[in-house]
C-alpha cells in the first residue's frame, strides 16, 4: 500500500498508519506469532534469553495468561514486524508483576487492580534497520520527515504509545514500566514526564521502573509531535480493542 500525499495539515506521524496496523491478539494463532517474534528477538538477536529455555521457537511465560498483547503487522508485505505486552494485575495479590520482582517494589494494594505492566516489547531486525535507529529502535522514536513516503516514527515508540493507551481505554489508572534510561531521558527531554518509582537496576542494561498516566500523555507540556502520535495510537487502539 503506498503512502497518501503529503497533508500540511495532517498530524505529525500520521503516515505511521499508511505502513503499519495494530492487531490484538485475541485468539491462538496471532498470540503464537507474538511468542514467535519475541523468541526471534530476544534470543535470536539479542540474547537476552536462552534458547534452551524457550522451546519449540517460542518466548512466553506464565505472566501471558494474564495479558493483552498487541502485533504491528506491516501493511505491503503482511508480516508482523512486532509485539508487546500490557500485563493486568492477579487477582492473587501474592503474584506480583514481573517489576515488582525485578526492583522488589510493590505496588499498593488497593491500586493494584487499577494498574497493568507494559513489557516484553520486540521489534524484529528487518524493522529496526535506520542509521539512526539504536537498541530496538528506540534510539530516535521520531523525526522529520525527509519527503512524503518517508514515516517519521518507529514501530517501537508506536507499540510503546499504543500499548499505554491500551490500559488507560481499559480504565486503568496507570501503566509501569521497566524503561531504558535513556529512553526515559529522551522522553523527558520531549515533555513527557513519567514518575520515576526507584532506583536504577542492571536488566539488560541500566533500567528503571516508571510509572505513566493519562496525564502524563496528555500534558500541554509535552511537545506537539509527541502529543500528535499519542494521540493517533489512542484512536487506532480504540478501533482494535
Not at 3 to 12: D, K, L, S
Not at 160 to 180: C, K, N, P, Q
Amino acid at each position: 500500500m503506498s503512502a497518501r500525499p503529503a497533508n500540511a495539515h495532517a498530524p505529525f506521524g500520521d503516515a505511521f498508519f499508511d505502513y503499519f496496523e495494530l492487531v490484538r491478539a485475541n485468539d491462538d494463532a496471532l498470540r503464537e506469532a507474538a511468542y514467535r517474534i519475541r523468541y526471534q528477538v530476544y534470543v535470536s538477536e539479542m540474547g537476552f534469553e536462552k534458547a534452551e529455555d524457550c522451546p519449540g521457537g517460542r518466548e512466553t511465560d506464565l505472566y501471558d495468561r494474564r495479558a493483552d498483547i498487541m502485533l504491528l503487522r506491516h501493511r505491503a508485505s503482511g508480516r508482523f514486524a512486532g509485539c508487546v505486552r500490557l500485563i493486568l494485575a492477579d487477582a492473587d495479590p501474592a503474584r506480583p508483576f514481573p517489576f515488582e520482582l525485578a526492583c522488589g517494589r510493590r505496588v499498593e494494594e488497593d491500586v493494584r487492580s487499577r494498574v497493568g505492566e507494559v513489557s516484553r516489547l520486540a521489534v524484529v531486525a528487518d524493522f529496526r534497520r535506520r542509521r539512526t535507529d539504536t537498541f530496538m529502535g528506540l534510539g530516535a522514536p521520531i523525526q522529520a520527515a525527509t519527503n512524503q513516503r518517508r514515516n517519521p516514527v518507529t514501530p517501537a515508540f508506536g507499540l510503546i504509545f499504543a500499548s499505554a493507551w491500551v490500559g488507560l481505554e481499559r480504565g486503568l489508572d496507570a501503566v509501569y514500566t521497566l524503561m531504558e534510561l535513556r529512553l526515559a531521558r529522551l522522553l523527558q527531554s520531549l515533555g513527557l514526564r513519567f514518575i520515576q518509582l526507584g532506583d536504577p537496576i542492571d536488566y539488560h542494561g541500566p533500567r528503571a521502573p516508571f510509572r505513566i498516566t493519562r496525564d502524563a500523555l496528555e500534558s500541554p507540556e509535552v511537545d506537539a509531535r509527541i502529543r500528535q502520535v499519542s494521540a493517533l495510537m489512542r484512536a487506532h487502539v480504540a478501533q482494535v480493542w
